[in-house]
Nanobody, 123 residues
Framework: QVQLIESGGGSVQAGDSLRLSCVAS????????MGWFRQFPGKEREFVAA????????YYTDSVKGRFTISRDNTQKTVYLQMNSLEPEDTAVYYC????????????????WGQGTQVTVSS
């Protein structure tokens, strides 16, 4: 089991940037694919971005391509989500997820989850 702690959420204006961080702990966390999901009020959690264990492969949902960048630092056991050009439509609770399999992580069906961090973007 991997434990995850997110940080970096907050309230910003449209066009601003935020960087979310997620620190992992637990057995084999270095080898896990990690990613970010978000949940809008009244909706299911949805995929945002994911990165393979060595950082070589990254994936994004279409609505954030060109604006968000996922990266990881395995020496710090941390994954980041740099969010630029934020829009009010990005307002959600953002969750960090981890799974041994990147393909499975993108589906979010068997991941370990953090507690979530709120991102609010006002126009």
């Amino acid at each position: 089991q991997v434990q995850l702690i997110e940080s970096g959420g907050g309230s910003v204006q449209a066009g601003d940037s935020l960087r979310l961080s997620c620190v992992a702990s637990g057995r084999s966390s270095d080898w896990y694919a990690m990613g970010w999901f978000r949940q809008f009020p009244g909706k299911e959690r949805e995929f945002v971005a994911a990165i393979g264990w060595n950082g070589a492969n990254t994936y994004y949902t279409d609505s954030v391509k060109g604006r968000f960048t996922i990266s990881r630092d395995n020496t710090q056991k941390t994954v980041y989500l740099q969010m630029n050009s934020l829009e009010p439509e990005d307002t959600a609770v953002y969750y960090c997820g981890a799974d041994a399999a990147l393909a499975r992580l993108r589906l979010g069906v068997n991941a370990s989850w953090g507690q979530g961090t709120q991102v609010t973007v006002s126009s």
